[in-house]
């Protein structure tokens, strides 16, 4: 009886709304093919677009094969390692890591763009010297400190690889001991990893 009660109740109140209850179906029939046609255009392609791309630079750069860094300074003698562990620093009197590798030069001498990529920023402080550094991608960074005043290269520039982006020098003053040379850092993924990984010519 109750349920009798219940569709004749709404049986009654389709009568008396028909015209409401249409009206809402052919809305909502209306925007749900406007949803699926707008996913269809924008979602389909893009988004497949999207994550091939995707997929493609985490195999770049998880694989490590296909971006091989130029060494940074052509003519140099190996400073600092890349250490996790703390080493003794002679500048700082103190023990710290190190998470770069230095090339030191004598004197000035030419620093190349490892690979190609767009000049994320260029400074100057007291600890680092100038420094410039590089997007390769959205993951990848390289980052040249100790450079001299002779910066060549302007923040938004696009470099290539082997480009000529500045000079060696000791004014790097938690460094400075070293003597002139290159601080070279590389930021994947947020975190300061060993360049070695990356050289064309480096043991892995
Ligand atoms: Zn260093």
């Known amino acids: 009886m109750k349920i009798k009660n219940f569709f004749k109740k709404i049986g009654s109140f389709l009568k ?8 809402f179906l052919c809305i909502s029939g209306i925007a749900t093919m406007i949803v699926l ?21 985490d195999d770049d750069d998880v ?30 009197n103190d023990w710290r890591t190190h998470p770069a590798i230095d090339f030191k030069t004598d004197g000035a001498k030419e620093v190349y763009a490892c690979f190609d990529g767009v000049v994320h920023d260029v400074y100057k402080n007291f600890f680092e010297g100038n420094v ?3 997007k390769h991608n959205d993951e ?12 060549r290269v302007q923040e938004g520039a696009t470099v290539k690889k082997g480009d000529l982006i500045g000079y060696t020098s000791d004014n790097m003053n938690t460094e400075h001991k070293e003597g002139a040379h290159l601080h070279f850092e590389v930021e994947y993924k947020g975190d300061l990893i060993d360049p070695k990984s990356y050289f064309e010519t480096g043991d892995k």
């Open 63 to 92: 694989g490590g094969t296909p971006i091989l860094f130029l060494v940074p300074v052509q003519d140099y003698q190996e400073g600092t390692a890349f250490e996790e562990v703390p080493v003794f620093s002679e500048t700082l």
């Open 16 to 23: 008396r709304n028909v015209y409401y209850v249409i009206l």
């Open 37 to 57: 046609a707008s996913i269809n255009k924008t979602g389909a392609p893009g988004g497949n677009n999207n994550i091939i791309g995707n997929e493609d630079d």
């Open 132 to 134: 410039v550094i590089i």
């Open 140 to 151: 990848l960074f390289s980052i040249y400190k100790s450079l001299s005043d002779d910066v």
